[in-house]
DNA sequence: GCGACAG
DNA sequence: ATCTTGTCGC
């Protein structure tokens, strides 16, 4: 697919719909020993999307690798349409990756999504891999209010049915909204994503993600942990 | 018409 | 998201 902008926005939001239909939620079925977190920084005020992809070993969660491709930036921010920004920059970064994960955790939405297609749900569906979308803030659906203690959940509704998750993964913060991107079960979305939190807000993997994709000050210890020849970029 | 609106 | 000063809590 190759959605140049400007584009109908309308022939986008009709495209979303009919590709979510193709999306596989029935759970992943296989043993997940690599798991991924993807982010996407905009560097120069907006002019360049750079996109990061750090793998993990699924057990202890050690870092593998991590690829990251900087492009430049044609499309505007539209609520709904992030995909068509991200997921291009994302496909490079995946396709760098020498050894390729089951599972991606994506930062934004699956199908907590007005068409149920958020940029989690066509990352997995243009690569035909697992995603799960992590997102630190609601785009649709109700919840009842979440209570106060860590590991607090509701489920998040949309158009009556649940359609994701929303998780309290660390004290006194905003949770997270989950959903199922591709090839995973919602049930699924929420145990992967606690497997993956060590103490902070975000799960592990898409917090180094976004320390690189927005070049953090924290981007130069953690990647003192990779290998040099584990690390791929593209300028 | 008005409010909501991932990143 | 990005930019950026100041503040609060552990």
């Not at 907590?112 to 979308?133: C, D, E, K, V, Y």
Request: with cysteine; aromatic share 8%.
């Amino acid at each position: 697919m190759d959605w140049q902008w400007p584009f109908s926005v309308q022939q986008a939001r009709e495209f979303q719909t009919r590709a979510a239909s193709q999306l596989q939620l029935t759970p992943f079925q296989h043993p997940v020993r690599c798991i991924a977190g993807a982010d996407i920084g905009l560097p120069n005020k907006g002019s360049m999307v750079r996109a990061a992809i750090c793998t993990f070993d699924a057990n202890c969660l050690t870092p593998l690798e991590l690829s990251i491709v900087t492009l430049p930036n044609t499309m505007p921010y539209i609520p709904g349409l992030l995909g068509f920004r991200e997921v291009p920059a994302l496909v490079r970064a995946y396709e760098l990756l020498e050894n390729k994960p089951q599972l991606v955790l994506v930062d934004g939405q699956g199908i907590a999504h007005p068409r149920r297609f958020g940029n989690a749900s066509q990352l997995g569906w243009q690569l035909n891999i697992a995603t799960i979308g992590v997102a630190k803030s609601k785009l649709t659906g109700e919840h009842q209010p979440l209570e106060a203690p860590p590991g607090s959940v509701q489920p998040l509704i949309d158009e009556n049915h649940i359609v994701g998750y929303v998780l309290r993964s660390k004290a006194r913060c905003k949770p997270l909204y989950l959903s199922p991107g591709n090839r995973v079960s919602t049930e699924q979305s929420l145990s992967f994503v606690r497997q993956c939190l060590d103490g902070y807000r975000l799960p592990k993997p898409t917090r180094w993600a976004d320390a690189f994709a927005s070049n953090r000050p924290s981007a130069a210890k953690l990647l003192k942990l990779l290998s040099p020849d584990k690390v791929h970029q593209i300028t």
